[in-house]
């Protein structure tokens, strides 16, 4: 008998952290998974193999990023998410780290869940732009358009509207 791998199965091997993280109190705390331990040029070998950002594969979204050439490394990109944790540990914010196999977490803002509202202000880490953040108003239905954010650091500037919202 002859096995031969399914990429899909072999990048959620990947992708999925091992031993699972029970704490899930950071994003650190999700870096398990061979997509965050193993050396980076076999990581991005792998992904290209299989035409990750063509398919978009469950990665993290520094993965895409990477794979691009957006970001000097995998270790500037848990540069920006512990950035962004430090900022938003502060009253209010809590980090969700139950995402799909290889996604990272985001934060909520648990006062803005009030009233109607079914989904809170949330800030997700993105490729879809360098400054690598998105803020998404609290909403009843339809999601609004995410408001990008440049950074940690205009994070931390903005913060008193994105609680607002």
């Given at each position: 008998?002859?096995?031969?791998?399914?990429?899909?199965?072999?990048?959620?091997?990947?992708?999925?952290?091992?031993?699972?993280?029970?704490?899930?109190?950071?994003?650190?705390?999700?870096?398990?998974?061979w997509?965050?331990?193993?050396?980076?040029?076999?990581?991005?070998?792998?992904?290209?193999?299989?035409?990750?950002?063509?398919?978009?594969?469950?990665?993290?979204?520094?993965?895409?990023?990477?794979?691009?050439?957006?970001?000097p490394?995998?270790?500037?990109?848990?540069?920006?998410?512990?950035?962004?944790?430090?900022?938003?540990?502060?009253p209010?914010?809590?980090?969700?780290?139950?995402?799909?196999?290889?996604?990272?977490?985001?934060?909520e803002?648990?006062?803005?869940?009030?009233?109607a509202?079914?989904?809170?202000?949330?800030?997700?880490?993105?490729?879809?732009?360098?400054?690598?953040?998105?803020?998404?108003?609290?909403?009843?239905?339809?999601?609004?358009?995410?408001?990008?954010?440049a950074?940690?650091e205009?994070?931390?500037?903005?913060?008193?509207?994105?609680?607002?919202?």
């Open positions: 008998m002859r096995l031969e791998p399914v990429p899909r199965l072999e990048w959620a091997l990947a992708a999925e952290g091992h031993p699972p993280s029970l704490s899930g109190a950071s994003p650190a705390s999700l870096r398990r998974s997509v965050h331990t193993a050396p980076e040029a076999q990581v991005l070998e792998l992904f290209r193999k299989l035409h990750g950002s063509a398919r978009r594969l469950p990665a993290p979204w520094w993965l895409r990023a990477l794979d691009r050439g957006e970001l490394g995998r270790q500037a990109a848990f540069e920006i998410e512990d950035a962004v944790h430090a900022t938003l540990r502060r209010g914010w809590v980090f969700v780290p139950w995402v799909g196999v290889g996604e990272s977490g985001f934060w803002y648990a006062p803005s869940d009030r009233g509202v079914q989904v809170p202000t949330a800030v997700v880490l993105t490729d879809e732009h360098p400054g690598w953040l998105n803020a998404l108003p609290a909403h009843a239905e339809a999601p609004p358009r995410p408001v990008p954010v950074g940690p205009r994070l931390a500037a903005e913060l008193a509207r994105i609680e607002s919202w």
